[in-house]
């Protein structure tokens, strides 16, 4: 059986290229500033096997090179020359061209989707460091100056996020840019997140989940220490002498911002949306709160122990907003009525009762 001639059977050597010139391997150098720096072995092989078999098809370029005349620096196709010295050939089929920049090698890199995004902030920063403006920058590349500003943000990166993206688990521009910005605001939050998340969960829609959790937690976290901060604790007169008509008056001039009404409202909202069930609420509120929320109750608690004429007393509960529909009016009517059925008071159980009647 005839075998098909490889050029491996040969000493290998380098195709003739129409246009382009045979050049020997050991007078070809790789451009130590290119932006590309990744090269995947596996890749490099494959390619070095068909080079074994077919040659290069496709020459690279080159330049004089000014330190060692008569040598050259690749301008680009590095990876053909590095598959090409694997594959044992000795001269190499290339274009000199002199009018050739840094620039050039991230259009053409660039063009063939062949840069990683580590590699483009590298070749970014370089440029800035060397005076450049990100307008210059991006015309110099053909991209537009937010291009360069969103890989720019990349060059100064807190360590942890610096890790993930220069070890390749997370190559997105743009959710590293995301991320950066919320470990601004949540820097260990993000780095617990970090550390027990996969590299595959690490995406942009779970960055914005991310933070907009945060965000929540942050907003529930101030209301409720603001609250703490500007809330005076009720005084509540619970002996004999008990005004029922006075406590009404102190209750109706308050209004609703009051601090014991805010958090009545903020309990109700979390209790109608299902966040928070009754026995999160009491594990969530400071004892100060509880003792807020206890103190205003246990007037209409107490109301209730000494209702006379049910009628009446709703209706001029009503007439005077306590049992208004805005959140805190379900609290006050139902700690109404355990003291009208001569129940114990119990925050736990008035809220666990609201959100029953919620449900």
């Given at each position: 059986m005839v075998r098909k001639k490889a050029l491996s059977?040969?000493?290998i050597k380098a195709p003739d290229v129409l246009g382009a010139s045979q050049i020997e391997m050991n007078l070809i150098i790789e451009d130590a500033t290119q932006p590309r720096k990744l090269f995947d072995a596996a890749s490099l092989e494959e390619l070095s096997e068909t080079i074994k078999l077919r040659g290069v098809k496709t020459p690279i370029s080159v330049r004089p090179n000014p330190s060692k005349p008569g040598t050259y620096i690749i301008n680009h196709g590095a990876r053909r020359y590095r598959a090409s010295k694997m594959a044992g050939l000795k001269r190499i089929p290339a274009y000199i061209d002199v009018d050739y920049s840094l620039a050039d090698q991230v259009i053409e890199n660039l063009q063939r989707d062949n840069l990683s995004s580590r590699e483009i902030v590298d070749y970014i920063g370089r440029e800035i460091a060397a005076g450049k403006t990100h307008e210059q920058i991006g015309k110099g590349i053909g991209k537009s100056a937010s291009y360069v500003s969103l890989h720019a943000a990349a060059l100064d990166l807190p360590d942890p996020i610096a890790e993930i993206f220069n070890s390749g688990k997370l190559t997105?521009?743009?959710a590293i840019f995301n991320l950066k910005k919320v470990f601004k605001h949540y820097p260990l939050e993000v780095v617990d997140w970090l550390n027990y998340s996969k590299p595959e969960d690490i995406t942009r829609t779970k960055i914005q989940q991310f933070r907009k959790f945060l965000e929540t937690k942050a907003d529930e976290k101030s209301?409720?220490?603001e609250l703490t901060r500007q809330t005076p604790l009720l005084e509540v007169d619970v002996d004999d002498d008990y005004d029922e008509s006075a406590a009404?008056?102190?209750?109706?001039?308050?209004?609703?911002?009051?601090?014991?009404?805010?958090?009545?409202?903020?309990?109700?909202v979390r209790l109608k949306k299902k966040t928070h069930?009754?026995?999160?609420?009491?594990?969530?509120l400071p004892d100060a709160q509880k003792k807020i929320i206890s103190d205003a109750l246990k007037a209409y608690f107490i109301a209730g122990q000494?209702?006379?004429d049910l009628l009446h007393s709703i209706?001029?509960?009503?007439?005077?907003?306590?049992?208004?529909?805005?959140?805190?009016?379900?609290?006050?009517?139902t700690a109404f009525f355990f003291g009208v059925n001569k129940k114990e008071f119990d925050l736990e159980e008035i809220i666990q009762e609201v959100y029953l009647n919620l449900s």
């Open positions: 059977d040969d000493k997105d521009i743009a209301i409720v220490n009404k008056k102190k209750s109706s001039s308050s209004s609703h911002k009051t601090a014991s009404d805010q958090l009545l409202v903020y309990v109700y069930s009754p026995k999160d609420i009491m594990k969530k000494k209702c006379k209706l001029y509960s009503l007439k005077d907003g306590d049992f208004d529909g805005t959140g805190r009016g379900a609290f006050n009517l």
